[in-house]
Structure formats: C-alpha cells, structure tokens
C-alpha cells in the first residue's frame, strides 16, 4: 500500500508570513497533485507535478517535486486569510488502478 | 461548481440500516470515482467506474457496492451501515482514466449512522 504523510498536521500562522508543507512517501509516483478543499465542499486540483525536480508556481504558491518522485513540497509566501484551508497531495502510481492515493492532508489558518 | 452533483447532501440513518448516495458527473465525463473521507483515515478511494464498467477497486468494504448507469450517472450502496461508516463520502469524475487526468470533486454527501 502506497502511502503519503503529510507534514504538518496542523499550522496557524499570522497573515504575512511564509510557510511550507511537506508531502512524502517511499514509493515513487508518476505525478503528484496538490488540492485545496474548504469546509463543506469537496478538494480542488491547484497543481499536478510529473517530472522529478518540477517546480511549478501559482501566484504565492510554490510547489516542488522531489527529484525521485518520492515527495514534494508546497510552499507559500505571504500567507494570506484566504489561504486558510486543507492542503491534500495526492499521487498517482500510473498504473491499472487510476484511483489517488491522498495524503490526511495539512490544516492550514492563516490568522488576520 | 465542479458540474458533479451529488445527493443527499446530508443523510442520517441507523446502524444495520442501508442508504443509496447518488452522483451525476460532469457533462462529458466517462470515469466516476466514490471516496470515503473522515478525520482519522483521511481521503480514502472506494472505487472507480469508467463508461459503465469497474475499472479500479480500492479500499471498499464487502458491504459497500456501486454501480454506474448507461446515463453515466452513479450510484454507491452502504449496507448493514455502522457507526463507523459515519463520513463525507465523495463522488469525483474525469474525461478519461488515464493518469495525470483532473479528477472534479463534488461537494459530497454526509452520512452520520447512529
């Protein structure tokens, strides 16, 4: 069984400030995606990584592929309230099964 | 809006009961996928159908069944329902299964068993 920890659980930080969250695993997955998902709706995609070492850019957002496709990380700059959410990654192992495997997420507030 | 549409939004029944949670995928969309999510297991793939047929089974109990309808819509049947089995259930669905593809989430359906 594939599995991804996500790390940190929890975060609250003050609006202005940086933060990173961390998604890992020992196996190696053809692409990683990150989804955001608000109290009562379901996740959104933000980015799909495929290529080791990819770092794609959204706005303040920065996510990164680890370069053995093992892990990744997604890092924010200047937090803002509207940042406040749950933070999924999610790999795909590109195989027969085309379900996600999802980490337990991070839950991120970003306080005014 | 995602264009996934999922019903009931919220669902409470008694333990050994059985419910039916319905989605209707986006317009277009062949493959539909159910997920289970709660606090301590997080996002968990149940199943996932594409054009009518099953193409991947993950982590679903023998009491849980799906199917999907010529109409592409589906539907996820919980059985001999248990405390346990409390959680947002999830309805997502995609062009094609092929990986790399965006999966569109609903907004899901909570179901409380007591």
């Known amino acids: 069984t594939q599995l991804l920890e996500q790390s940190p659980q929890f975060l609250s930080i003050q609006e202005g400030e940086n933060l990173t969250v961390y998604c890992n695993s020992s196996?190696?997955?053809?692409?990683l995606q990150w989804y955001r998902q608000e109290p009562g709706e379901g996740p959104v995609l933000l980015v799909t990584?495929?290529?080791?070492?990819e770092v794609k850019k959204l706005k303040r957002l920065t996510f990164q592929f680890g370069d053995a496709r093992k892990d990744s990380s997604l890092h924010i700059t200047a937090a803002q309230p509207g940042d406040t959410g749950l933070y999924l990654c999610?790999?795909?192992?590109?195989?027969?099964?085309?379900?996600?495997?999802f980490g337990k997420g991070t839950h991120l507030i970003i306080q005014p | 809006d995602s264009g996934v549409t999922q019903t009931p939004k919220h669902l409470i029944t008694a333990t050994g009961q059985r419910v039916t949670l319905r989605c209707s995928p986006r317009?277009?969309?062949?493959?539909v996928y159910w997920y289970q999510q709660s606090l301590d297991q997080g996002l968990q793939f149940l199943i996932q159908?594409?054009?009518?047929?099953?193409?991947a089974k993950g982590n679903i109990l023998e009491r849980f069944s799906a199917q999907q309808f010529p109409d592409l819509h589906s539907e996820l049947n919980l059985s001999s329902l248990e405390l346990g089995d409390s959680a947002l259930y999830f309805c997502?669905?995609?062009?094609?299964?092929?990986?790399?593809?965006?999966?569109?989430f609903g907004e899901g359906s909570w179901l409380t068993v007591v």
């Open positions: 159908y594409y054009n009518g047929e099953e193409r």
């Open positions: 999610a790999g795909h192992s590109g195989g027969g099964a085309d379900g996600l495997t």
């Open positions: 997502a669905s995609s062009e094609d299964p092929y990986s790399g593809n965006t999966i569109y």
């Open positions: 990584v495929v290529t080791g070492g």
């Open positions: 196996s190696v997955f053809s692409s």
């Open positions: 317009s277009g969309d062949l493959s």
